[in-house]
């Protein structure tokens, strides 16, 4: 081991000339690459327990004491600030950096940093003004140059927008400080939608001004205090102008509140027969009967059934009007199956009511040994109800025989329409009793699991009503 010791020596002679040689000196102390290095790791060090405590006091001590959002980002924000701000002080005084000596150097700083960097200062500045006066918290719901969003968090430079599209917007403090800024939790998020509406010159009003009303008041967020209005905005060129003024609870909605109130607005109208006015051109056209056999065998090509008409041809669907099938088709969705294609498999738990708008589905039984054809479902018919209602696995494979269009209802969806119409319980529960074949399948399995009885089936409708309203709350 001797002679190794001298070679450990050096090394350690070098490290230590390397390091602790200074480099140059401020403020009476010696700088070396040791001392830089022990100033950063502090520093740093300071910065974590600075965020560490702004986590703490946002996210545990001020949510315990009960204070809002907004009120603890800018607590936290100035905790974190202050208390960084002397840790960094009482680590370089610590360090034996006089600081008192660095009085003038910083103040000639402070003048370049002024003219070089007068951006970043005004931000700075505004986020500080932002946080004082608190008109805008963390979780408001503002409205700033077409972008609409909750505020997310306030930094000391920019502030940051979660919009509605699901992006980050990053906005300077100081274009919210200088702009106007549409703040709509400044004491509640209820805010006024405004539809305009054009209507013929020959319109009865007095019919224009309750079927608008009629629509507000079916459109379920719009409130009933303050009331809707309908307001005669002027003559246009072609119409006569009007806007129909409601408020909402959530204004954030409002996009959507706004698409469902223009198609009550469109259903109501067509059944008032009020029309609405558009431009029109005359237009000179040639060669007319040649365009009109064109157009006659273009329309017979693309002629098919509409989703909405083959919701009609269901017994259970027979009696929506228009809004009510688009609230059903809003509610549904769409699936397609290729030829063998399999939708769900024996033992499996479903989740969907099930018609089928195209195509054949097959109910395939199937065991170790032999795979057997129950039934088939074709256009016109529907599945699932059973295995929803009873909440038991599917008892066969469910398998497109050719390709197929299905439109499915979730549970929850299912529910919410039952819920909103209860009349449909009862044709659903008269339909699937027409089926009883299908339910003397379940029989015994249904025995098993305690949920019927012999006198179940002699009155089906009345069981499958109870069944429906336990399931779904109804």
Not at 72 to 97: D, F, H, K, P, W
Not at 272 to 288: K, T, V, Y
Request: charged share 20%.
């Amino acid at each position: 081991m001797t002679p190794y010791t001298p070679y450990w020596s050096l090394i350690q002679q070098w490290f230590h000339q390397t390091f602790s040689t200074p480099l140059f000196n401020i403020g009476g102390e010696e700088i070396s690459i040791l001392w830089l290095l022990k100033a950063i790791m502090l520093l740093i060090l300071v910065s974590i327990i600075a965020r560490g405590i702004k986590r703490f006091l946002k996210y545990y001590l001020l949510v315990l004491l009960r204070i809002n959002e907004g009120t603890r980002e800018v607590i936290g924000t100035l905790s974190s600030l202050g208390l960084g701000t002397l840790g960094y002080i009482l680590v370089l005084q610590g360090l034996g950096l006089d600081l008192a000596s660095f009085a003038v150097i910083l103040g000639g700083f402070g003048v370049g940093i002024g003219f070089g960097l007068q951006e970043i200062t005004k931000n700075l500045v505004s986020g500080l003004t932002l946080l004082g006066e608190s008109k805008l918290k963390v979780g408001d719901l503002i409205e700033f140059q077409d972008h609409l969003g909750y505020i997310q968090e306030i930094s000391l430079r920019s502030t940051v927008i979660r919009t509605f599209k699901g992006s980050q917007l990053v906005i300077p403090n100081t274009d919210l400080t200088s702009q106007p800024v549409e703040n709509w939790n400044y004491e509640n998020c209820q805010g006024r939608i405004e539809i305009a509406i054009g209507v013929a010159y020959n319109s009865d009003l007095l019919l224009v001004t309750e079927l608008l009303l009629e629509a507000a008041f079916m459109e379920k967020e719009v409130l009933v205090s303050p009331s809707p209005k309908v307001v005669f905005i002027d003559y246009g060129d072609n119409a006569l102008n009007f806007e129909l003024w409601v408020w909402v609870e959530k204004i954030e909605r409002r996009q959507l509140i706004k698409s469902s109130l223009n198609f009550i607005i469109e259903y109501k109208f067509r059944q008032g027969g009020i029309s609405i006015p558009f431009p029109q051109r005359d237009l000179w056209l040639r060669n007319l009967e040649e365009l009109s056999s064109k157009e006659k065998k273009t329309s017979q090509e693309q002629q098919y059934f509409t989703l909405k008409e083959s919701l009609k041809n269901f017994p259970c669907f027979q009696h929506l009007n228009e809004l009510e099938l688009r609230n059903l088709i809003e509610m549904g969705s769409r699936r397609y199956l290729k030829t063998d294609e399999i939708f769900i498999r024996q033992g499996e738990y479903g989740s969907h009511f099930c018609i089928v708008l195209s195509g054949e589905i097959k109910a395939i039984y199937e065991t170790k040994k032999v795979s057997r054809l129950l039934f088939s479902f074709n256009q016109g018919q529907y599945f699932g109800e059973l295995p929803l209602l009873l909440e038991i696995p599917y008892p066969t494979t469910m398998i497109a025989a050719k390709d197929t269009n299905l439109f499915l209802l979730e549970k929850p969806c299912f529910q919410n329409l039952l819920s909103q119409y209860p009349h449909l319980a009862t044709e659903v529960a008269s339909e699937l009793a027409k089926r009883q074949d299908t339910l003397e399948q379940y029989q015994q399995t249904l025995k098993e699991m305690g949920l019927i009885d012999d006198q179940s089936f002699k009155d089906p409708i009345t069981w499958i009503r109870g069944r429906l309203s336990k399931i779904f709350n109804l």
